[in-house]
Antibody, heavy 120, light 107 residues
Framework: QVRLQESGPGLVKPSQTLSLTCTVSGVSIVSGGDYWSWVRQRPGKGLEWLGSVYYLGDTHYNPSLESRAIILLDMEERNRFSLTLNSVTVADTAVYYC???????????WGQGTTVIVSS | DIQVTQSPSSVSASVGDKVTITCRTSHDVNGWLAWYQQKPGRAPNLLIYAASVLQDGVPSRFSGGGSGTDFTLTISNLQPEDFAIYYCQQADSFPYTFGQGTRLEIK
């Protein structure tokens, strides 16, 4: 059974960098066919796709992030990937989900989500 | 980017009713449309992908249809556990985009 679990600080100061890790179990992130993704949900709002990465290097980001995001796969451990979001503002306060995107056609497994608050 | 518009934004229904939610995309998404259910405090759960394919483990009272730019999610014989928020998502091209959500409430 594939499981994903997010981890990272729950509080980040404005202008600093948000760093989250997703630990994957039940499948290797380099097994092929899967994109590894981040989605967030601001308080009381809908879902916002942030970006996806494939183990062969194909990476895509939401243009709304204005090049602030980097998603990386841990090619040594092969069971983790990360999201780095720099220059955060209060608008980046959200629940962040990591997720598996099968064949870049459906997001079938989600982490439980981690709340990140941006505040001084 | 492909815009995704859901309607209605909210709907009230009773247990046993049938409900249909609509999703419209700004461009043809070649059938790559997924539906998710989200309950309070929980991660979204995939219900349907490729417009009409039921994800494993999802009850058959959920069905999806449509093509091109117009899609539907139908829930027949509503059960108490179905009251939640539903999102559609286009998976045809990056950047992925979601609809704004439809809140299904108990009448």
């Amino acid at each position: 059974q594939v499981r994903l679990q997010e981890s990272g600080p729950g509080l980040v100061k404005p202008s600093q960098t948000l760093s989250l890790t997703c630990t994957v179990s039940g499948v290797s992130i380099v097994s092929g066919g899967d994109y590894w993704s981040w989605v967030r949900q601001r308080p009381g709002k809908g879902l916002e796709w942030l970006g996806s990465v494939y183990y062969l290097g194909d990476t895509h980001y939401n243009p709304s992030l204005e090049s602030r995001a980097i998603i990386l796969l841990d090619m040594e451990e092969r069971n983790r990937f990360s999201l780095t979001l720099n220059s955060v503002t209060v608008a980046d306060t959200a629940v962040y989900y990591c997720a598996r995107d099968v064949m870049n056609r459906r997001i079938d497994v989600w982490g439980q989500g981690t709340t990140v608050i941006v505040s001084s | 980017d492909i815009q995704v518009t859901q309607s209605p934004s909210s709907v009230s229904a009773s247990v046993g009713d049938k409900v249909t939610i609509t999703c419209r995309t700004s461009h043809d998404v070649n059938g790559w449309l997924a539906w998710y259910q989200q309950k309070p405090g929980r991660a979204p759960n995939l219900l349907i992908y490729a417009a009409s394919v039921l994800q494993d483990g999802v009850p058959s009272r959920f069905s999806g249809g449509g093509s091109g730019t117009d899609f539907t999610l139908t829930i027949s014989n509503l059960q108490p556990e179905d009251f939640a928020i539903y999102y559609c998502q286009q998976a045809d091209s990056f950047p992925y985009t979601f609809g704004q959500g439809t809140r299904l409430e108990i009448k």
